[in-house]
């Protein structure tokens, strides 16, 4: 299946100047028809330098995010997502929230097959904080690589 005009013509971001967006509660993830509907793949985004602020402190924090999904209709336009996560730059959420939040709204807007998120958030207070989710067990006969995302360890 091919994208049409019509599916282009209805996105506000890609191929247009945009202000990045104040707050995740204005910024808007767009979608776009799956290229390949009814064939299970994976789709990996990673967000090595994503950046939030800690609601107590207002200090920033800071996250390697990776992101997998298998689409059923929809993908996600990438550039609503560059500006969605970018979003969380001025915003005050403890990693918890932010990372599940980001994996709702994108099982909102695409309802994929299956998704997973792994936050590998930087210490703070000297304790790495990672949280992962997942929407379920990911279909049989998917090959669903490992994230590969290091430990914290330190200097040593």
Not at 68 to 95: M, Q
Request: net charge negative; with cysteine; hydrophobic share 35%.
């Amino acid at each position: 299946m091919t994208t049409s005009e019509n599916d282009l013509a209805a996105l506000s971001q890609l191929g247009r100047q945009t202000v990045q967006p104040e707050s995740p509660e204005t910024a808007t993830l767009e979608r776009v028809p799956s290229p390949h509907r009814g064939r299970d793949y994976v789709v990996r985004f990673t967000a090595p330098e994503f950046t939030s602020l800690c609601p107590v402190t207002g200090q920033p924090d800071f996250a390697h995010i990776v992101i997998d999904y298998i689409p059923d209709e929809w993908i996600v336009e990438s550039k609503s997502l560059k500006l969605y996560l970018t979003s969380f730059r001025n915003h005050g959420a403890f990693h918890e929230d932010c990372s599940v939040s980001i994996a709702t709204k994108l099982v909102e807007v695409l309802n994929p097959k299956w998704l997973r998120i792994g936050a590998y958030w930087y210490p703070r207070g000297g304790i790495p904080i990672d949280v992962f989710w997942q929407t379920g067990e990911a279909p049989k006969g998917v090959w669903v690589p490992a994230q590969d995302v290091p430990g914290y360890r330190g200097r040593g």
